[in-house]
């Protein structure tokens, strides 16, 4: 069993930046994939970014390659999505999510754990 909760989403304007945090509890966090997620009003949920455990392989969504960067602490077992350049379209409320398998799935559904949502809401 894992828990997790993301932190850190707010408002910003165009071009800006945010940092999301994703602590996760639960025996051998260091083992799951973790991934982060979104979901636009009116929309169905996207993969964005995830990484496998210890953090040894990652993947990103096309749009937000270059932009965002998904790091993960074992020691403080936090998930970290840094995000730069920030655009209006960016604007959702972003999960955190785990993992039992090995690889990075883009699909909500192979995801067995998931957080409460944080907003992010960028302005034009």
């Known amino acids: 069993q894992v828990q997790v909760v993301e932190s850190g989403g707010g408002l910003v304007q165009t071009g800006g930046s945010l940092r999301l945090s994703c602590a996760a509890s639960g025996r051998a966090f260091s083992r799951y994939t973790m991934g982060w997620f979104r979901q636009a009003p009116g929309k169905e949920r996207e993969f964005v970014a995830g990484n496998t455990w210890f953090g040894a392989g990652t993947r990103y969504a096309e749009s937000v390659k270059g932009r965002f960067t998904i790091s993960r602490d074992g020691a403080k077992n936090t998930v970290l999505l840094q995000m730069n350049s920030l655009k209006p379209e960016d604007t959702a409320v972003y999960y955190c999510?785990?993992?039992?398998?090995?690889?990075?799935?883009?699909?909500?559904?192979?995801?067995?754990?998931w957080g409460q949502g944080t907003q992010v809401t960028v302005s034009s």
């Open positions: 999510a785990a993992d039992a398998r090995i690889e990075i799935s883009t699909s909500s559904s192979s995801y067995n754990y």
